[in-house]
């Protein structure tokens, strides 16, 4: 059974840094894709970034140039590097892997940026 666990949020002021990571467990196939959404109180999940498994990725507009996606495959880790962060950007950051056996989700990390 695949899991994904995520960590890494907290609480920071606008113009500060944080990194996620994500950490998947059980069986992964070649050729998936992951990716971060995220989710603001009142509104709909979107997606923020995903990497493919030969490291193609792709960014929404709002995080374009200050956000960046990777991954460790050797240790089956997603990551998301966050930097300038606005406080637009606060919401529920969750993890997501897209396989031919399935899509998986983690239960998230709660990221807070205050002005």
């Known amino acids: 059974q695949v899991q994904l666990v995520e960590s890494g949020g907290g609480s920071v002021q606008a113009g500060g840094s944080l990194r996620l990571s994500c950490a998947v467990s059980?069986?992964?196939?070649?050729?998936?894709?992951m990716h971060w959404y995220r989710q603001a109180p009142g509104k709909q999940r979107e997606m923020v970034a995903h990497?493919?498994?030969?490291?193609?990725?792709y960014y929404a507009d709002s995080v374009k140039g200050r956000f960046t996606i990777s991954r460790d495959n050797a240790k089956n880790t997603l990551y998301l590097e966050m930097n300038s962060l606005k406080p637009e950007d606060t919401g529920r950051y969750f993890c997501?892997?897209?396989?031919?056996?399935?899509?998986?989700w983690g239960q998230g990390t709660q990221v807070t940026v205050s002005s």
């Open positions: 997501h892997l897209s396989q031919r056996m399935g899509d998986y």
């Open positions: 059980g069986i992964i196939y070649s050729g998936n894709v």
């Open positions: 990497i493919t498994s030969n490291g193609g990725t």
